[in-house]
């Protein structure tokens, strides 16, 4: 098994990874969050908040390893892009998940001194905890992501690395993911509604399909080959 190889069934393992950890992070944590006494709860038992806060590492980590590896692909003819990538997906949004995770954990100690206060029904713990749970809700992780694969994906439809319908379906869907981060700005949708759900479902079915595609069947040996064979020529030309 050579080396492309193996970095597509890693790619494609790493996707499901950050994906399930993603799912049981909200598992563990939405119905204490979600709770009008979620701080109470939180006082009583916190090990539902530092499992999810665990989780949102796992997936922030799966996530910003996948740049990585794939920038030494990339690079050979589209570097600018492939370092945009690797600054989007591999630093700016585990930056981000990181965030997440320690504003989660934040909850367990405010909610601990939240109790000890008497648990009044207006203070400060509970205006900072509506903003530490609202820290995960900021639409910046919807940029980011998206910006990021945006780039992936065009980098994919370039290089043929994937069947192109495979590509276009994840540029059609990153844009659906992107557009709910505006239309929730303006008020027109929330994280609820149906509309956002369905727009938002299209990139996970997307990045499974893809990540099954890469374990099974790997990158385009032809495409990887055509890549290599230009840069053999370019420098070529040079001497």
């Known amino acids: 098994m050579n080396t492309n190889r193996k970095i597509a069934i890693i790619v494609g393992m790493l996707y ?106 207006t203070s400060h713990f509970q205006t900072l905890g509506g903003l530490l749970k609202g820290v995960s809700d900021l639409p910046i992780l919807i940029f980011v992501f998206s910006l990021g694969a945006l780039i992936f994906y065009s980098l994919l439809y370039r290089s043929r690395l994937i069947p192109r319908w495979l590509s276009v379906w994840g540029l059609i869907a990153i844009t659906l993911h992107f557009a709910t981060g505006f239309l929730t700005i303006f008020g027109f949708q929330t994280s609820f509604d149906t509309s956002n759900m369905i727009m938002n479902s299209q990139i996970f079915f997307q990045e499974m399909v893809m990540a099954v595609w890469l374990i099974a069947k790997g990158f385009n040996p032809s495409a990887i080959a055509s890549l290599s064979n230009k840069i053999d020529a370019g420098k070529g030309d040079k001497k």
């Open 16 to 121: 499901i990874i950050g994906t399930v950890a993603g799912i049981l992070s909200v598992v563990f944590t939405s119905s204490i969050l979600g709770a009008p006494d979620y701080l109470t709860k939180i006082a009583v038992n916190g090990n539902p908040i530092t499992i999810g806060a665990l989780f949102i590492l796992t997936m922030g980590l799966a996530l910003a390893l996948i740049p990585v590896l794939v920038y030494p692909i990339f690079k050979k003819r589209y570097q600018a892009l492939a370092l945009g990538y690797v600054i989007f997906r591999g630093a700016l949004e585990a930056v981000m998940y990181i965030i997440f995770a320690i504003s989660m954990l934040l909850l367990i100690p405010l909610s601990q001194g939240y109790v000890k206060a008497g648990s009044p029904e």
